[in-house]
């Protein structure tokens, strides 16, 4: 069973930053990509970005490309995701995903971090 913590949410002004970082305490699994989803009240969750576990080639949502950054750190099993120039519609619960192997999706997620982003 993978178990995943997300932290570093919290309010922020437009125009500014925050790190969000998600450690996955890995038993017997491997780990294929590691992506970040978010959930925005009244709307569907939906896919911010992505990361390889091996080779590190990433993916991101049009609406985050240019302003958010993810990162990994295989040693501690932990992904990142750098915001910058976060704006009001970035408002959201970020959860973090695993998906395990090529032919899974991402079945494991984490709790959630609230991330608001005042005008």
């Known amino acids: 069973q993978v178990q995943l913590v997300e932290s570093g949410g919290g309010l922020v002004q437009a125009g500014g930053s925050l790190r969000l970082s998600c450690a996955a305490s890995r038993r017997t699994f491997s780990i294929y990509f590691m992506g970040w989803f978010r959930q925005a009240p009244g709307k569907e969750r939906e896919f911010v970005a992505a990361?390889?576990?091996?080779?590190?080639?990433?993916n991101y949502a049009n609406s985050v490309k240019g302003r958010f950054t993810i990162s990994k750190d295989n040693a501690k099993n932990t992904v990142y995701l750098q915001m910058n120039t976060l704006k009001p519609e970035d408002t959201a619960v970020y959860y973090c995903?695993?998906?395990?192997?090529?032919?899974?999706?991402?079945?494991?997620w984490g709790q959630g971090t609230q991330v608001t982003v005042s005008s």
């Open positions: 995903a695993v998906r395990p192997t090529v032919v899974t999706s991402y079945d494991y």
């Open positions: 990361i390889s576990w091996s080779a590190g080639s990433t």
